[in-house]
Each structure stands twice: as C-alpha cells, then as structure tokens.
C-alpha cells in the first residue's frame, strides 16, 4: 500500500460519503454501547463489592448526593463540609440529575449513569473514525474505531466506575474533529462550535485544556497560510469559552473570596504523590477518604485552608528534596506510560504487560506523524507530548491515560499500516 494512501481524502465529506458514513456511525454507535451495557450487565457492575463505593465515584457522587438533599455544590466526602470546587461541575451535576430521578445511590442509578457512559465510549468509535480519516487515513480510522468498540480493554471505565475518564476520551477527540474542520473550512458557526466544545470540556475535565491552546493554534495557522480571514471569528470563540465557563468561575470567587481555576484540588494530590520517602503513586492513605484524620483536618480548616496547607507542605518537599522530587518526576514519566502504577492499585483489570503495548504503538506511531507530517500532526503531538505533564509532576494512574487512548489507538493503526506499507515496498524492489 503506498504511503500516500494513508493521507486523509481530499473530499471527506462528499454525500456518497456522508450517507456511508452514516451507516457506519450507526453501527459503531450500536456495536459499542451494547457491548458494554451488556457486559454491565453480565458482571453486574452495577452492584457495589462489600466495602466499595464503586462504581459510585466517590467526590462525585457524594456531590450529587448533597445537590439532591438540597445543601448545593459541597461536601465532597461524605460528611457535610461545606462549599467545594474539588471537581469540576457537568459529572456532579449528571448523577445529581440521575440520582433525583432513581435515587441516590441505588441500583437503578447506577445502572443508568453506567448506561450514558456506555452510551459515550460507543459515541467514541465515530469520533475516532471520523478524527482518523481526516488525519492518518480511512482504513487507520476504520480499523482504529472497530478496535475500539469491540475490544473488551476499552471497557474499563465506562462499566466500572462513575467518572469523567469515559467523556474525556470522548470529548477531546472530538474537539480535535472540530479543530480540523475549522482549520478546513474556516467558518464562524465552527470556530463557535471549537470554543463552546473546549467550554464544556473545561466543565468536564479541566485537566485536558493545556491542549486547548494547540487546537487553536493549528487552525489560526493553517487559515493564515492559506490567507483566510480567522482572527475575528477566533476571537468570538474565545469570549464565547469565557462567557460559558465565566458562571463557574464566578460562583467559586464568590464562594471562597478568591479566585479557583475550575477545581481547587491540584496541591493535594501534588501532595499525594511528593513526600520525603513517597513512592510517588499517589498515596490514598492519606486522601480523606481513607483517612480520618485527614478528613477531620479538612473539615475543620475548610477546603481552601486545606489545599494551602499542604501547598506549603508540598513546597517545602520540592526546595528541601530537590534530587529526590526530580527522581520521582523522571519515573512518573515513565510509569504513566508502562502501567507501573497498576501494582500499586487495586480493583484494575490489566496487568503492566497489558497495558504498555499501547503505550508503544502510539508514541511509535507518533514518531512517523511528527517525520511525515500528514493533517493534524500538531494535534496527536499534544496529545501526547503535552496532555500528561501534569501527571509527571503529580502520580500516574492507569486512568489518566484513558483521555488520549483515542489517539494513542490511532497512532498505533497508523504505525502497523506504515510499517507494512515500507516492508511491501522493500519486498516489491528485492523481488
């Protein structure tokens, strides 16, 4: 197969595209959600194990609970404590819904939140089949979209625990198919469409908006080399993100008297992971939720007071062990990647050896991508080069991967298909 193949159509949204297209979706769609509901279903991942919370996230579902009993955005453990900006709004919000509907934590919301994830990591085959075939190629997203839907490694999280991974993965590699087209077509109603969809994920997941900067960026460049008109169309998307994030924003300044970027937790769990001694995974013994202690500390400074105090103390641990906070830093990049952290953890489903592979084939695939340069090069670059950083600093876990699985599924495709393109070109000139 040449190389050239493996470059996006010119035309990929031709009608007799389109209406195959169509059918495809719709068979993803359907294929992937009935596969994992069904598999809900099976294993009654519904039901919570003796001594578990799970699936039932536990700072989002216990925020739920306190929305529904009517005492507002709080209390992330269990106890009531007050005002929280611990997570980020749209998931609490969800299950508050859920959860008024069919009950605060009973089986039947459970199985219903599990149901809109399924329903979500179905939604994914089609934004990874449309993201591969304006990117690395139609068969690279035929074939990456059906290993998704039917591969049982990407049931983890949508079946087993309610939380934002599955929208994540969901959301940024749509965001990316938004990028693209903007960068394409260059109309107002998409650059709307980019800046109300990084709204949304800010909402969601604001770990993913060191991204954000690079889908902008990409489709500027690439309208202003193609001497399009885009800085007034951009701007509007950019007041458009704030306008939509701002009620957030706002709340938090008013609820704490001072400004919180969309969830305030990122010191304690820089705590978590960067102590004199620490492993660096990410110690739930001393979480509120496993600690009592703990738990009574924040309680009685209050959230804010909380996560300043052990700022300080995070601090100090990086200006007193600088070597040691370094060498941590060097392996977490590591371990984010190789699936380390899973024995460290329980309740996972994969063992490390099962876990890397796609580590490999994505950043091998990347390698070809960053040299080859096809559309929407700069894209998987930060999903990968720059997406994880905060993890590096922080403690890796197998679920934060899962927000660029997406990519790193595509990138291996892509890798397999390039590799076999070069050794049937060596093969063709020897014989």
């Not at 699936?55 to 507002?72: M, T």
């Not at 998931?91 to 508050?96: C, G, L, Q």
């Not at 393109?421 to 060596?426: A, D, F, M, N, P």
Request: hydrophobic share 50%; with cysteine.
């Amino acid at each position: 197969m040449p190389v050239a193949a493996l470059e996006a159509p010119g035309t990929p949204d031709s009608p007799p595209e389109k209406k195959g297209y169509r059918t495809l979706y719709i068979l993803l769609l359907a294929c992937g959600f009935i596969l994992r509901f069904g598999f809900a279903l099976l294993k009654k991942t519904y039901l919570r194990a003796p001594g578990s919370i799970l699936p039932f996230g536990a700072e989002i579902c216990s925020i739920a609970e306190h929305i529904v009993l009517g005492k507002g955005f709080s209390s992330p453990f269990y106890q009531d404590t007050g005002p929280t900006a611990w997570i980020a709004p749209v998931y609490p919000y969800m299950s508050a819904l859920v959860f008024r509907l069919f009950g605060i934590y009973s089986v039947a919301s459970a199985i219903v939140l599990l149901a809109i994830q399924c329903f979500i990591a179905g939604a994914t085959g089609i934004t990874i089949h449309a993201l591969g075939r304006r990117t690395l190629g139609v068969r690279v997203g035929f074939w990456a979209a059906w290993i998704w839907t039917l591969s049982p490694i990407f049931f983890r999280w949508p079946v087993s625990w309610i939380w934002d991974f599955t929208a994540s993965a969901f959301l940024l590699s749509a965001v990316f198919v938004v990028a693209l087209d903007v960068a394409e077509k260059n109309t107002r109603k998409l650059w709307l469409s980019l800046g109300a969809l990084w709204a949304l994920i800010a909402l969601t997941n604001p770990a993913l908006l060191s991204v954000m900067p690079f889908t902008f960026l990409y489709a500027a460049f690439l309208n202003h080399r193609s001497g399009k008109p885009w800085f007034a169309s951009a701007a509007l998307a950019g007041v458009l993100f704030a306008a939509l994030v701002s009620p957030w924003l706002i709340r938090n300044e008013l609820v704490f008297g001072r400004p919180v970027f969309f969830r305030s937790n990122y010191w304690f769990e820089f705590h978590l992971g960067n102590y004199h001694y620490s492993n660096g995974m990410g110690f739930s013994g001393k979480h509120p939720t496993a600690n009592a202690a703990v738990l009574k500390q924040y309680a009685a400074l209050g959230e804010m007071a909380f996560i300043d105090y052990w700022k300080k103390d995070s601090q100090r641990f990086v200006r007193e062990y600088p070597s040691e906070f370094l060498d941590l830093t060097r392996h977490r990049a590591w371990w984010f990647w190789d699936g380390t952290s899973l024995l460290y953890q329980t309740r996972e489903w994969w063992k490390p050896w099962e876990f890397w592979p796609l580590s490999l084939g994505g950043w091998l695939g990347l390698l070809f991508v960053l040299t080859r340069r096809p559309r929407g090069w700069l894209l998987f670059a930060a999903a990968l080069l720059v997406y994880p950083v905060p993890y590096y600093f922080v403690y890796p876990v197998a679920k934060y991967r899962h927000a660029i699985e997406p990519e790193l599924l595509l990138l291996s495709v892509y890798f397999v298909f390039v590799l076999w393109s070069e050794i049937r070109i060596l093969v063709h000139r020897q014989g």
